[in-house]
């Protein structure tokens, strides 16, 4: 019998409110080590505020999240060197080069031979020519791929992805998630993606999340056959525009 | 180690942020040497017609000095938030195994190499200009320094707990806060000008004893070390209450989500 793979993200009854606002409502989930799993919502839905509570920046209202094994609101640090975390809502420092911005990451994370990292993300996110230039004098997609370059400098375990595309132009993209997908193969590591882009998540979504509620589960093609749809944007749009009902169970 | 390590990579980050930015290096040193040629004209104005200022000359410029060396450590500090706030970067460094004191260090790192930088040239221009020689004070001179660097942080880190609570609304008071204090800092005359209802309130205030040192040094020509203690201990105390203040404030960022979203 094959071993069944640790649970890396372990989410219970996880409830955010901003006054009177409710931003994520009681949602459990789990994340299995090694799987790649999409959190597909509409503006709003609370897809980056379930990421910030995962990453420890926000504590949450209720509930509880273990990461790793360790408390995220009390004992993140324990966490923390084991993760990255890229998203188009925060910045680099834009007065920096791409190199004095990623050396000081690896020297945040205690990257072993930082020069060669940086070199190897460089080469496989090919912005090697772009190294001595000032983070802000490049484009949107360069960024992009100099934030995804910081997200993975420290060969993080868990690595959590707001939107990790965006202003990509479609190959870049498409090499983008090719490299993300090769990388999660090789070094067995997990990630937790949000996204709007469809064709991303129909290639890695396991989870939609909507409203602040998980409101189903599965793989991309099994989403699809339920809801009697062509493609994943048709049972995004089902979902978003039905009126919000009781959470369903959510199971692995 | 660990923390060494990532204290040194955020000194690392502020040093490549200033070395290449010639408003910052521009702005860091001419206030000093602003400062200096305008209080140095003072000082011979006054050297003539103040018994005071000709018996011990330079005590206004020597003022000047370490008051600067106060804000400029102050600024050392709570300037840094502001760039990781202006950068829309806290969301990055807080989200690394960075914890919240080693930041603070290398801020406060960071503060000790602003104030030698910027008040070195201004240093220069006090001996050229009015042969005055702020290390003419001898040995107590490390001590007053030493203390206004300390009372720079604790205010710094006061001002940085208003910025992460209130948000970039408090930025204006890095700038505010060393003049808001200096009338009660006792940085140009005794603290006996003062009423007798603001004395015990500029007593508790570590500046206040420093300058009445430096003053005691300079005109009367006598250490008292019993003010310098009396700096130092209010300024550990002035430091735990910041760490508290500033550890509250931070939750209170991370209960609001304000790390991700502080930024132009």
Known sequence: ?252 | MSSLRRIWAMVMRYWYLLRRSVPRIIDMVSWPVVDVVMWGFLSQFLAGNSTFIAKAGGVLLAGMFLWDVMSRSQLGVSVGLLEEVWARHLGHIFVSPLRAWEWLAALMAMSIFRTVAGLAPAVLVAMALYHFSLFDLGLPLAGFVACLLMMGWWLGILVVAAILRWGQGAENLAWAAPFVLSPLGAVYYPVSTLPYWLKPVALAMPAAHVFEGMRGVMVDHMFQPGELIDAALLNFAYLAVASLVFLWAFRGARMQGKMLQMGE
């Open chain 1, 1 to 252: 019998m094959p071993a069944q793979p640790d649970t890396i993200i372990s989410v219970q009854g996880l409830t955010k409110r901003f006054g009177d606002s409710l931003a994520v409502d009681d949602i459990s989930f789990t994340v299995a080590e090694g799987s790649i799993t999409g959190l597909l919502g509409g503006n709003g839905a609370g897809k980056t505020t379930t990421i910030a509570m995962l990453l420890g920046m926000l504590i949450p209202a209720a509930g509880a999240i273990r990461i790793l094994g360790a408390d995220m609101v009390a004992h993140r640090h324990r966490a923390l060197p084991h993760m990255n975390f890229a998203s188009p809502y925060v910045d680099l420092p834009h007065r920096l080069t791409v190199t004095e911005n990623l050396s000081v990451y690896a020297g945040l994370y205690g990257v072993a031979r930082p020069k060669q990292r940086i070199a190897e993300l460089a080469e496989a996110l090919d912005f090697t020519e772009m190294l001595k230039r000032d983070y802000g004098n490049l484009s949107a997609g360069q960024k992009t791929r100099v934030s995804l370059a910081k997200a993975l400098i420290n060969r993080p375990r868990l690595l959590l992805l707001d939107e990790p595309t965006a202003s990509l132009d479609p190959d870049s993209a498409d090499r983008i998630r090719r490299y993300l997908r090769d990388y999660a193969e090789g070094s067995g590591a997990t990630m937790l993606i949000a996204s709007h882009n469809m064709i991303e998540v129909e290639r890695l979504c396991d989870d939609l999340l909507r409203r602040g509620r998980i409101v189903d589960r599965g793989a991309p093609v099994g989403l699809i056959e339920r809801y009697g749809r062509q493609t994943l944007e048709e049972v995004f749009l089902d979902i978003a525009r039905a009126e919000p009902t009781a959470p369903a169970e959510v199971g692995p």
